[in-house]
């Protein structure tokens, strides 16, 4: 049988609490309709999000669309 962890409201060193920064489940489904596009990006900035991808186990044109859609959400007003 295992043995249940106690917790105390003791100090765990030089720890520092963040803020949330996940999404709401509700904002990781599309709100609307995709749109195909063309574009030319530079060898530097693909290889990062290919780089990026592969450690996070997504396609890397997903993590540059959900970066998009970050930027829009936070600047468009």
Request: net charge positive; charged share 30%.
């Amino acid at each position: 049988m295992k043995r249940k962890t106690n917790y105390t409201n003791e100090s765990l060193g030089r720890l520092k609490v963040i803020k949330d920064f996940l999404p709401a489940p509700d904002k990781l489904i599309f709100k609307e309709e995709p749109i195909k596009v063309t574009m030319v990006l530079s060898k530097s900035s693909v290889q990062f999000f290919k780089k990026t991808a592969r450690k996070q186990h997504a396609p890397y044109q997903k993590l540059i669309r959900t970066l998009l859609d970050t930027y829009v959400a936070l600047y468009a007003a």
